[in-house]
């Protein structure tokens, strides 16, 4: 059961083969097994799930149910889910009980979906590999030594491990990209502004976007149809409609124009890695598309600028934990001050103190120009690449990562090593252009993740690219070993 | 050495909105501590801003009104500090590309001069919480029910040259934004606020360093503050000292200024553009819509005034300050007919009647309609000036409209000359040797004396008696 | 441009993060690593470029003016460190 697609599982659920309560209960039964070792979650809440999933239940069988009715799902911890506690991953909000919903929540749960719980992040979002996270790292389902990405680490492993059907993530700098791509899974970046951002806890508010980590296009496609749209709460959030995403799925590619920037194909690239993204391309040739080599001059800079403007927008973001109206609070302040600097010390964990620092330096005065404007600058540089580029092609095709999965606390000390394996995935968060994930050819056994980036607002063009290639291969069906 | 002192206020406008600026909280004044706070202007995790439309409109009218440049793009920014009353850690304001671009105002000062004063910009920003102090085992409280209230925070150049210019710019500035009904204007409770740069200098010299006198709740609490802070740096600078660049509390039971102990040590708040808002850009039709309904602005109206009603400078000044006088004021020349007639009550009786009672005109419990009434009975001669104050006061006191007091209490003017005839006779005969005496005066004398035979004859008709049918009646009986 | 024990106290107190003097080094070491990546900007020439400050060109929406908030204290302020009287408390604040 626990292998099935989400149009699967919601046959059998509307046939009546099985109940949400029977399904959510299998799921519940798995994380109880697994999760000791994988540390996905950081709070489940089986009671209310089965509650839910009762009420999915009768929403079924009153024949009113939509295609996620019933389907148990897990949200990252960095969305506010009312009642629930939403940590964000931080010991600042270790004691968070959040008192609304985010929009992507509620959404989601009026579409009928079951919440099995929250799951494990990198700290505020902050990470590459989920070893940020104030509730330990997360591990690979396909080798427990080997981290799970990040910052949806613990999403990406949950749908990986089957211990969810799907999962929400958001994509900062590659959040959802990357993990899915070292958990062998299916990631969607949808536009900026796709996505509404209301209650999802910021961490840089003009990259921030929401999206879903699930086993294939296919269920993505189900998953953003009840996420995306306008939102009245955000005013960033696109007016755009929103089309049916799951009706083009089959269409053909013939025709395709698939650019390849050959600043992705550079020397940073594992060797075995980039010949699994050219089989893959090989793989579109077949099924009629066209690839090209096209440059995107300016993405080498991409991580630069990425570490002043996300650092930047963090440091203002994260002003509001002051453990004054929730959060973390230091024992016995002696004075304001001390409040302060020791709820916010004792609160955020290192990256998370060390980006707030790099960016109030980028924003202070006489640094604000060489640092904050000319990133902004170089951001719309940027842009113009992939504006020209989209001249030309209808998608652009890369690697996710630059690796497989690497060894939990190989790069933990290191924060640029760490932060240039989000080499290929951050320029698209720039950009705010949509981006996905996809599993091709493993190399030694670990997932390898091609990555698809496509024009604003045409997510249905990528999950159409994505889906046939999941239609010619097995890859995304694969499961880890012992799962 | 002579000083030349340098004013700049910066006024922050309270916008006169239902809701917040960035949420849907309300923003009404006096509410329990925290019941207008909403997950937005409290900061939770994952709130975001969304702009208030009559903000915007607010902004642009005030733009109109004092012509200044109005900017179809201007961008929200965040001004990063820590302060327990910020509950996100930075307040959203605009820095590099305010609403309003540059205007200008005109002041009049009591000598009759007027002068233009240089509007630098105006932004829209939203206001904090507020810290009590009192009574929590030595914490301090935090109601953030004011948080997120909208401002229009008004930059003017360093145009004033001592705290009258300054009064009377702040108080321009107060008469714009009521008239435009986009700020209620009430200092007391902090709709309007002014924080005062002032500097000394030689004259001539570059300017001098400046200090902000923050913390003031009236005009005449500005003089003062302005006042002392000008003696301050000018005693400071004669005795060799220098002025620190610094911002100073007015404390109005001492009437001094003084250092805040530096709140911004670091000054530095670390401006940029707000990532979850977008740039503000206004066409034709929003600004169009925006000021269709302008009301017609104070230095327009004054001259109106002048014009139409053949009011005198003072008159107009006096019948424009606010424009529900104004209103008040026209609203009694329709109903009463005669303006001079109309001016003089509205700017004597009824003013000095609210004064006494700490009223604003928009309580007083006699309405224009009513005043109206009892003009047109001056007028038509039914009741004399004297008695109609007489029927003011029962208008005043709740006795209804002025014929029903005239028609109760039997104020009507006695203009019978039948009736008038005997009165003076009466008292002509009670009088005979006044009448004697008049008889044998000259002409000046008799015009002296004639007022004690009106007097006596306004005595016994109770004051109905018509002043002018009286004296004429008078002169002919005493005629020798 | 790397930074000295000076510039990370500056801006950990802008920040209100308490720094303690022994890792002063440390936490200036990382930094200056960090922005030495970010200084491959500067192989860029940006004269004249526009900054971009964000990913869409949208224009800001604006919400009419209508109370749609009810009174939630007593919620939020259930998950508040200290509050009395319907006041979040803090230490005394000088002014």
């Known amino acids: 059961m626990h292998n099935k697609s989400i149009m699967a599982l919601g046959a059998g659920l509307r046939a009546g083969d099985f109940s949400s309560v029977e399904l959510t209960r299998a799921f519940l039964d798995r994380i109880a097994q697994y999760d000791g070792e994988l540390n996905c979650f950081i709070t489940l809440d089986p009671e209310r799930a089965l509650t839910s999933a009762a009420a999915a239940d009768r929403l079924i069988r009153s024949g009113k149910a939509g295609p996620l009715a019933g389907i148990p799902i897990a949200h990252k911890d960095i969305f506010c889910t009312d009642g629930v506690k939403t940590s964000c991953g931080s010991r600042m909000l270790d004691n968070f009980i959040a008192p609304y919903d985010a929009t992507v929540v509620s959404r989601l749960s009026e579409a009928g979906t079951v919440m099995l719980g929250k799951t494990n992040m990198d700290e505020f979002a902050m990470g590459s590999s989920n070893e940020t996270s104030y509730y330990g790292v997360v591990r690979n389902p396909w080798d427990s030594s080997l981290v799970p990405g990040g910052s949806s680490g613990g999403s990406a492993a949950s749908v990986a491990a089957r211990l969810c059907v799907a999962a929400t993530g958001t994509d900062t700098g590659g959040s959802i990209r990357q993990p899915a791509a070292l958990c062998g899974i299916t990631g969607l970046k949808p536009t900026y502004g796709r996505v509404s951002r209301y209650g999802m806890i910021a961490f840089a508010s003009s990259l921030d976007q929401g999206g879903a980590l699930t086993r294939s296009a296919e269920d993505a496609a189900v998953m953003l149809q009840a996420m995306a749209g306008f939102d009245h709460r955000d005013s960033t959030s696109a007016q755009e409609p929103v089309p049916d995403y799951s009706e083009n799925l089959n269409a053909p590619l013939t025709g395709l124009k698939i650019g390849l920037p050959k600043e992705y194909f550079n020397e940073g690239l594992d060797g075995e890695v980039a010949r699994s993204v050219e089989l893959a391309v090989d793989e579109y040739r077949r099924l009629g598309a066209e690839a090209m080599e096209i440059s995107l001059p300016n993405s080498e800079l991409s991580v630069a600028t990425y570490y002043v403007v996300a650092p930047a927008e963090c440091s203002s973001n994260l002003s509001r934990f002051d453990g004054v109206r929730f959060g973390y609070r230091c024992q016995e302040p002696k004075d304001l001050e001390d409040l302060y600097k020791r709820s916010r010390s004792e609160g955020f964990g290192a990256e998370v103190k060390r980006r707030i620092l790099i960016g109030t330096y980028a924003l202070s005065a006489g640094y604000y120009d060489a640092y904050y404007l000319k990133a902004q600058q170089i951001r719309h540089l940027i842009s113009d690449d992939f504006r020209r580029a989209f001249d030309k092609v209808d998608v652009i095709m890369g690697p996710t990562s630059p690796t497989t999965a690497f060894a939990i606390g190989e790069k933990a000390d290191d924060p640029v090593t760490m932060y240039l394996s989000d080499i290929y995935t951050i320029a698209a968060n720039l950009a705010g252009l949509p981006g996905i994930s996809i599993p091709v050819r493993p190399v030694a056994g670990k997932p390898v993740g091609l990555q698809i980036i496509g024009n604003y607002f045409q997510e249905a063009k990528l999950l159409n690219v994505a889906h046939r290639l999941q239609q010619e291969s097995d890859w995304h069906r694969a499961l880890p070993t012992g799962y | 050495m002579q000083w030349e002192t340098v004013i700049g206020l910066e006024i922050h406008a309270q916008l006169a909105t239902r809701s917040k600026i960035f949420s849907g909280a309300a923003t009404a004044f006096g509410a329990a501590p925290n019941t207008q706070a909403c997950a937005v202007d409290l900061g939770l995790p994952g709130v975001l801003p969304v702009l208030n439309r009559e903000a915007v409109v607010m902004a642009v009218r005030f733009s109109a009104a004092i012509g200044a440049d109005l900017e179809r793009r201007s961008v929200f920014a965040r001004k990063n500090y820590f302060y327990p009353d910020l509950p996100k850690g930075y307040q959203i304001s605009q820095f590099e590309l305010p609403i309003v671009g540059r205007g200008r105002v005109e002041i009049l000062l009591d000598d009759g001069t007027a002068r233009t004063i240089g509007v630098t910009r105006a932004h829209l920003e939203e206001d904090a919480g507020k810290s009590l102090h009192e009574d929590f085992h030595g914490l301090t409280g935090i109601d953030l029910n004011r948080a997120g209230t909208p401002l229009l925070e008004i930059v003017s150049e360093p145009d004033m040259r001592s705290a009258r210019e300054a009064v009377a710019y702040a108080r321009k500035i107060h008469q714009i934004v009521r008239y435009l009904g986009i700020c209620d204007g009430n200092m007391q409770e902090g709709s309007f606020r002014a924080d005062a740069n002032v500097s000394v200098r030689p004259f001539g010299a570059e300017l001098g360093t400046r200090a902000e006198l923050k913390n003031i709740n009236s005009f005449r609490f500005l003089e003062r503050a302005i006042n002392f802070e000008v003696e301050r740096q000018i005693d400071l600078l004669e005795s060799g000292g220098t002025v620190v660049q610094e911002t100073r509390l007015y404390d109005p039971d001492r009437d001094e200024t003084r250092s805040m102990r530096s709140k911004e040590e670091a000054n530095d708040y670390r401006y940029f553009p707000d990532p979850d808002l977008l740039p503000v850009e206004l066409d034709d039709e929003f600004v169009a819509a925006a000021i269709a309904d302008m009301p017609e602005l104070p230095d327009v109206r004054r001259v109106r005034f002048c014009e139409e009603y053949a009011l005198g400078q003072t008159d107009a000044v006096q019948l424009t300050a606010n424009r529900e006088l104004a209103d008040y004021y026209e609203a009694t020349v329709r109903a009463g007919g005669d303006a001079r007639l109309a001016a003089n009550w509205v700017t004597g009786e009824l003013a000095g009647a609210l004064n006494r009672e700490g009223m604003e005109i928009g309580q007083s419990p006699v309405s224009a309609m009513m005043l109206g009434g009892l003009l047109q009975r001056i007028s038509d001669n039914t009741i004399s000036g004297k008695i109609a104050k007489q029927v003011f006061d029962a208008m005043w006191g709740g006795g209804g409209s002025a014929d029903e007091i005239i028609q109760s209490q039997g104020l009507k003017q006695i203009t019978d000359s039948g009736a008038l005839e005997e009165i003076v006779n009466a008292v002509v005969d009670e009088n005979r040797s006044q009448v004697d005496a008049y008889r044998q005066a000259d002409e000046k004398k008799q015009a002296k004396m004639l007022g004690f035979f009106v007097g006596r004859v306004m005595q016994a008709s109770k004051g109905k008696a018509n002043p002018k049918q009286v004296n004429e009646l008078l002169r002919r009986k005493l005629a020798p | ?95």
Request: hydrophobic share 45%; proline share 5%.
């Open chain 3, 1 to 95: 441009m790397s930074l000295k024990r000076s510039d990370v106290e500056n801006i950990a107190h802008l920040a209100r993060l308490a720094v303690n003097t022994s890792e002063l080094d440390s936490v200036a070491g990382d930094l200056s690593t960090i922005l030495h990546l970010v200084e491959q900007m500067n192989a860029v020439d940006t004269t004249g470029v526009i900054p971009m400050a964000h990913p869409l060109h949208m224009a800001q929406r604006l919400r009419p003016d209508v109370v749609n908030e009810t009174d939630e204290r007593e919620h939020f302020q259930s998950i508040a460190p200290a509050t009395e009287m319907g006041l979040y408390l803090v230490p005394r604040v000088v002014e």
